[in-house]
DNA sequence: TTTATTCCTTTGTGATCTCTTTTAGGCTTG
DNA sequence: CAAGCCTAAAAGAGATCACAAAGGAATAAA
């Protein structure tokens, strides 16, 4: 229960304990391995990481301003629930803010980048055969980010990842849902358009990677629902 | 020096000494009273406030993720320097943020909503007469937020409250800079258009009064610096 | 006069301890 | 039988303390 509730992995993760304890609940919420609604406690958390509350408490309030932790009015901790509004929101702003990031990267492409994109394509599919979610969501957001990181001024990346932190919880619920055959990507198109320098091509792939990516299977999913919420 | 630095003012402060110290924090940064570039402590801070180190760091921590307060990899804080690309990013983004809200929005603008905002501008008038810049950056961002505000579902106002925050240490060398009377808004361009349901004209003016207010200015300013940063 | 080195001060970090609040469970009472 | 209350256990908040790392200043050497 307790090695299995956050899942560990390979990476960065900083200097300091805090950053540590960060990167870890980072990862389990963006991975999805906490359930929307589930609640959480600052001493239970430490005591999963063999950690003082102190870093835990900090590493929480950060992810507090990213929106990926809900502190309630009573003190108590949760990962926030999903709503058809609120998904379709979140799903709605992913586009807007990722096609301007892509947007704003497309000067800076590079058959170096379309490169690197592609090789991380092919781990995907990799990923995809083993089975290994936690790795398919990792490399995924990889290739995303590697183009809209071209831009050496940009300041959207952090909002993008607090979007992906939000629907991480979600997200998990909706793979574990469908077949996995049934998951198709447009990154063979983004590259496309990427190779054939078409900025509106690779908006227009981008945009429906987004939207085939979640907000059909994630309205069919909470439309099933009794009320508005999932859990 | 200690009271002069951090602005007191009126609000919610919430419950726990750390609201309250992010809040003060927030706004003293949203304001502008940290130009850009200047290093802080966490004892320092702490002092200034008459608090403990705690829940300092921890309001800190969340300014960090907010990208409003910078954690540098020697364990030092600074309030981040501004450049021209990043400038016209964040601008940039504002546009992007904001009107992607103001559309999701429209549908929910009633004629209360309007006159609520119509008193704000009003107030913003009097702040001007008044010389107060700190009451003028609040109240013209209770404007705006007063308008993405009334979709229930939105998700984008924390995005757009960080882009506030990277944004207001330097807004306010540009606020300081240039004559009062040289100070438009497009607010009730943006009140018209909302009256005539209009949301391509609302957008419009939205556009320009992000773009009037600041990016010509901030171009002509760090034009003129020597390098590409401005302290 | 300039540069490198050493020591002292300052600061961030994290664990621990105490205090307060909240929750949950069982009990009493209507 | 249900609703409200009381008590005990658990949890969050914040101060404090101890430790380690980073800066700065002073001194010595070139």
């Given at each position: 229960?307790?090695?299995?509730?956050?899942?560990?992995?390979?990476?960065?993760?900083?200097?300091?304990?805090?950053?540590?304890?960060?990167?870890?609940?980072?990862?389990?919420?963006?991975?999805?391995?906490?359930?929307?609604?589930?609640?959480?406690?600052?001493?239970?958390?430490?005591?999963?990481?063999?950690?003082?509350?102190?870093?835990?408490?900090?590493?929480?309030?950060?992810?507090?301003?990213?929106?990926?932790?809900?502190?309630?009015?009573?003190?108590?901790?949760?990962?926030?629930?999903?709503?058809?509004?609120?998904?379709?929101?979140?799903?709605?702003?992913r586009i807007s803010l990722e096609t301007h990031a892509a947007e704003r990267a497309f000067p800076y492409i590079s058959t170096v980048i379309i490169e690197k994109m592609r090789?991380l394509d092919?781990?995907?599919?990799?990923?995809?055969?083993?089975?290994?979610?936690?790795?398919?969501?990792?490399?995924n957001?990889?290739f995303h980010k590697d183009l809209y990181g071209l831009n050496?001024?940009q300041?959207v990346?952090?909002?993008i990842?607090?979007?992906?932190?939000?629907?991480?919880?979600?997200?998990?619920?909706?793979?574990?849902?469908?077949?996995?055959?049934?998951?198709?990507d447009r990154h063979k198109e983004m590259l496309a358009a990427m190779e054939a320098r078409d900025v509106t091509a690779l908006c227009s792939a981008l945009e429906s990677d987004i939207r085939d990516g979640?907000?059909?299977?994630?309205?069919?999913?909470?439309?099933?629902?009794?009320?508005?919420?999932?859990?």
């Open positions: 229960m307790a090695a299995s509730a956050i899942p560990e992995f390979t990476g960065d993760h900083g200097t300091t304990t805090q950053e540590y304890a960060y990167s870890r609940l980072r990862n389990a919420i963006i991975v999805g391995a906490f359930a929307p609604g589930t609640a959480l406690t600052i001493r239970g958390l430490a005591q999963e990481l063999n950690l003082s509350p102190t870093p835990i408490r900090e590493a929480v309030r950060r992810l507090s301003s990213e929106n990926a932790i809900q502190v309630l009015g009573n003190r108590r901790l949760r990962v926030p629930d999903m709503s058809l509004g609120r998904f379709e929101e979140l799903v709605h702003l090789a092919d781990q995907m599919d990799v990923a995809l055969a083993a089975g290994d979610l936690d790795a398919l969501t990792r490399i957001q990889a050496p001024h300041a990346m952090p909002m990842e607090s979007l992906w932190l939000q629907l991480g919880p979600f997200q998990r619920q909706v793979i574990k849902t469908i077949k996995v055959s049934a998951m198709i979640s907000i059909r299977l994630g309205r069919a999913i909470l439309r099933n629902q009794a009320g508005e919420t999932v859990t």
